[in-house]
């Protein structure tokens, strides 16, 4: 009777260990799958030789912001690079135009925003809609690094992404040029810290460590490039000075110094071309189309 | 034949051990431990269920969730995870509420004290220990000494609260029927424990909040985690290993606990250094926590549990073991060991503090001499959230067959394994019974 009893117990709970164990066998198959996709997609993009740069325009500027400097940094570096726009609309949808030219490898792109109004509320609006932009991007091209440029609100918008949505490990980001960007907005004063400059310090630790920062200020006078105050744009040491591996802090003068001259301005074209640009030595690619 | 004699001499060394461990069981204080345990299991399963169903289907990341796609086809997917999340935070974390509870009531209970207070007191006490005094008007409680991590300490307060209403409380006769005035009377019998209880608690809280000792302690295990996941010495990694299945035994964190097991720079330098050759062969690290604690250590969570589930299936005789083990086996399945810790239970529980150390660190041995003869590549690929034991090394080897094989090589040696103590248990249990009944039939009341 007793022994029955246990016997009964037992069977149930086999049926129990039979059914859980066919569920677990008929999983194997589908984890298959999904690792084999898995690790070969991971393979694709870690094998990736592409290495765009990403432009964040000012508050006020179009996608098309950068247009200019696009053509003299590509009769400098004497290559074409793709040009590719992408405009994030206030609901989140994206249009983009431009293609990535084939075996071109440092496509520029410009990520420019519908609502491209000023303000620290608009720059958090503007990060959370450049995360979409950077994920759609970094679905379509498949790049493991990438260099990102923003000009004025461009690079304050940049630093809020890095802090705020940037989390991938499978991307890194190599360098970032901030172009004239008010981490003070317009107080010249450091120790009055706008609320922005504040929370950008407060995040800080969440900045990727292996990143090369230049922050770029340009000055018309002493102490001012017209519109932004020298001392706010210096103020991005406060955010980047030791969390970061480099944080290099370039003043430009004479023509074309004025803010909005700055993405144009011959010395920051240069800077850009030394600092940001993959070298042409490095890429065995490049000097293939050199014989073509 | 020789079966036969190792049967004989199993058994023999079980019937030498079980009056021992009969001796251990019938003290005061391991009671009260056991039904404290056993009170928070029903929360503990709750929660492991909800847990489970929010890690692996409504997390992106989580096995079944990444193997099925399930957000790219299930309609509102990215809102789904809400009512678990609540759910399973707020069951799990609330165990060491419940188990300050459960030891203070259980306690004052062996000595005729009002129980229902003491352990509302306990639970309060816990608490006023837990509080974080700061400027703020927010209330934060210190996460260490709540949640599952917080269980030991929890129990010990508890413990210490009903020490309190032993000695300066009254005796109460439960049994009697309860009018107005007797609960009254009763309420003033415990008001002094209370009140010694609350002002111990809140001078311990103070103290704890001054000196900041839980800081203190909770960087300490901060920094031993961080060694924990930096260290890619064979040696090291068994080290770290057995301190945790120890630390998880006695209700404590350990270094290598499941949820931290993500992001160590070994694995990140494994993971590039396979997929700039094309393969996971002379990674530079290949015995590490991820590659052996927790590609062949973990089925079924700490301490491999699921061995024991399926030990206690096949040859078990005892009923509330089989309960126990048929609901916790989904759970153990997608590695929440919660429910046969606190069901069991095995928390606290001598004897199975052998087989749960022994047995992750023997299947480490099998799969690192594995790796060392090159049968199978280290586990260096992604593993999703949740994924069952004895196919971790499988997907993490990107699919390769001698890691299902292994797995379950290690599953079968893990329940062998157990199933000697599981036995030497059972006979405990059973010698127990047997002795509640006698002493009931002498009509002896302890």
């Known amino acids: ?292 | 034949m020789g079966h036969g004699v190792m049967r004989i001499s199993e058994q023999q060394i079980i019937n030498r051990l079980v009056p021992t461990v009969l001796r251990i069981r019938q003290t005061d204080f391991y009671r009260v431990i056991q039904r404290t345990v056993m009170l928070t299991f029903p929360f503990v399963l709750i929660g492991s269920f909800c847990q489970i169903i929010q890690l692996t289907l409504l997390t992106k990341t989580g096995f079944l969730a990444s193997i099925f796609h399930l957000s790219t086809w299930v309609p509102y997917y990215k809102y789904l995870h809400y009512p678990f999340d609540s759910l399973a935070n707020l069951t799990l974390d609330s165990v060491a509420i419940i188990a300050a509870f459960g030891a203070a009531k259980y306690y004052a209970k062996i000595y005729h004290r009002d129980d229902q207070l003491a352990g509302l007191s306990g639970a309060i006490a816990l608490l006023l220990i837990a509080y974080e005094y700061s400027d703020q008007r927010e209330e934060t409680f210190n996460p260490v000494l709540l949640g599952t991590n917080g269980f030991t300490s929890a129990i010990l307060i508890g413990i210490v609260i009903g020490v309190l209403f032993r000695l300066f409380g009254k005796s109460t006769d439960a049994s009697r029927e309860t009018h107005t005035t007797q609960i009254l009377d009763r309420t003033f019998a415990s008001l002094l424990p209370m009140a010694l209880s609350f002002m111990l608690a809140v001078g311990v809280g103070l103290a704890l909040n001054w000196f900041m000792l839980v800081d203190y302690s909770e960087q300490t295990a901060v920094q031993l985690q961080k060694i924990a996941m930096s260290s890619h010495n064979i040696g090291l990694t068994f080290g770290l290993a057995a301190l945790t299945l120890l630390m998880e035994i006695l209700g404590l964190a350990g270094p290598l606990e499941q949820r931290l097991l993500v992001n160590a720079p070994s694995m990140t330098t494994n993971l590039n250094y396979a997929l700039s050759h094309h393969s996971a062969y002379h990674v530079p690290f290949p015995y590490t926590v991820n590659t052996l604690y927790k590609a062949f250590g973990t089925f079924g969570g700490t301490g491999m549990l699921l061995a024991l589930i399926i030990a206690i299936i096949m040859s078990s005789h005892n009923h509330n073991y089989h309960i126990v083990a048929r609901w916790s086996l989904v759970p153990a399945l997608f590695n929440s060991s919660g429910p046969m810790m606190t069901g069991l239970p095995v928390l606290y529980n001598p004897i199975y503090a052998i087989p749960f150390i022994v047995a992750p660190l023997v299947n480490m041995a099998i799969g690192g001499l594995a790796i060392w003869l090159q049968w199978l590549p280290p586990m260096v690929y992604p593993v999703p959230l949740g994924t069952p034991g004895p196919l971790i090394a499988f997907i993490g080897t990107n699919g390769n067959l001698v890691a299902l094989f292994i797995g379950v090589l290690d599953l079968t040696i893990s329940v062998l394994i157990y199933l000697p103590f599981m036995r030497l248990a059972e006979a405990t249990l059973h010698a127990a019974h047997e002795e509640t009944l006698r002493l009931e039939m002498t009509g002896d009341e302890n």
């Open chain 1, 1 to 292: 009777m007793k022994i029955n009893l246990w016997q009964r117990r037992r069977r149930n709970s086999l049926w129990v260990l039979v059914l859980v164990a066919i569920f677990l066998v008929a999983l194997i198959f589908p984890a298959y799958q999904w690792t084999q996709a898995n690790v070969k997609s991971m393979a694709g993009r870690h094998d990736s030789k592409l290495s765009p740069v990403i432009l964040i325009p000012g508050s006020s500027a179009t996608q098309n912001r950068f247009d200019r400097l696009v053509t003299q940094l590509n009769k400098a570096d004497k290559q074409r690079h793709s040009l590719i726009k992408l405009t994030v609309k206030t609901d989140g949808t994206i249009k983009s135009t431009g293609t990535l030219r084939p075996r071109d490898n440092e496509p520029f792109i410009v990520v420019g925003f519908q609502n491209n109004k000023d303000g620290y509320d608009n720059i958090q609006k503007q990060a959370k809609w450049f995360s979409l932009a950077f994920k759609q991007l970094a679905r379509r091209y498949q790049f493991n690094n990438f260099k990102a440029i923003g000009h004025s609100n461009g690079g304050l918008i940049y630093t809020y992404f890095f802090e705020h949505y940037f989390t991938r490990d499978d991307i890194t980001v190599k360098k970032l040029m901030t172009i004239g960007s008010p981490y003070n907005f317009s107080e010249a004063n450091l120790s009055h810290k706008t609320q922005m400059l504040a929370d950008f310090i407060d995040y800080r630790d969440r900045i990727p460590k292996q990143l090369s920062v230049y922050s770029v200020a340009g000055t018309e006078n002493y102490d001012s490039d017209g519109l932004v105050p020298a001392r706010s744009v210096e103020a991005g040491k406060y955010v980047y000075q030791g969390q970061v591996k480099h944080y290099t802090e370039v003043t430009v003068t004479g023509d074309n110094a004025q803010h909005s001259d700055l993405p144009q301005n011959e010395q920051i074209v240069s800077l850009i071309q030394e600092y940001i640009l993959d070298s042409k030595k490095k890429t065995p690619t490049k000097s293939l189309m050199g014989a073509n």
